[in-house]
């Protein structure tokens, strides 16, 4: 079994700084690409960010320059730093983590149970 668990939401003020955590635990052969989604009252699911396990990073335009995602690869974890947060970013936020569980099964993404961040004044 795997599990993906996210911390670090909350609420902030805008212009304020937060950052989450995503621990993946349980039967990990190897973890390759973590990415952050969000989704909004009323809207889809969007992607936030994303890296690769080689540190390859892309970024949704609308967070390009205020947000920064990292991993710990020893630590299975993975980081997203958001900085000069917007009321439009309020949204819950998800991880996902795609990753094999034994050398020679496929690769399945696994989702966390997300996390709310609020940005109001």
């Known amino acids: 079994q795997v599990q993906v668990v996210e911390s670090g939401g909350g609420f902030v003020q805008p212009g304020g700084s937060l950052r989450l955590s995503c621990a993946a635990s349980?039967?990990?052969?190897?973890?390759?690409?973590m990415g952050w989604h969000r989704q909004a009252p009323g809207k889809q699911r969007e992607l936030v960010a994303s890296i690769t396990r080689d540190g390859s990073t892309r970024y949704a335009d609308s967070v390009k320059g205020r947000f920064t995602i990292a991993r710990d690869n020893a630590k299975n974890t993975g980081y997203l730093q958001m900085n000069s947060l917007k009321p439009e970013d309020t949204a819950v936020y998800y991880c996902n983590a795609n990753l094999r569980t034994a050398p020679i099964v496929t690769t399945n993404d696994y989702w966390g149970q997300g996390t709310q961040v609020t940005v109001s004044s």
């Open positions: 349980g039967s990990i052969f190897r973890l390759y690409t």
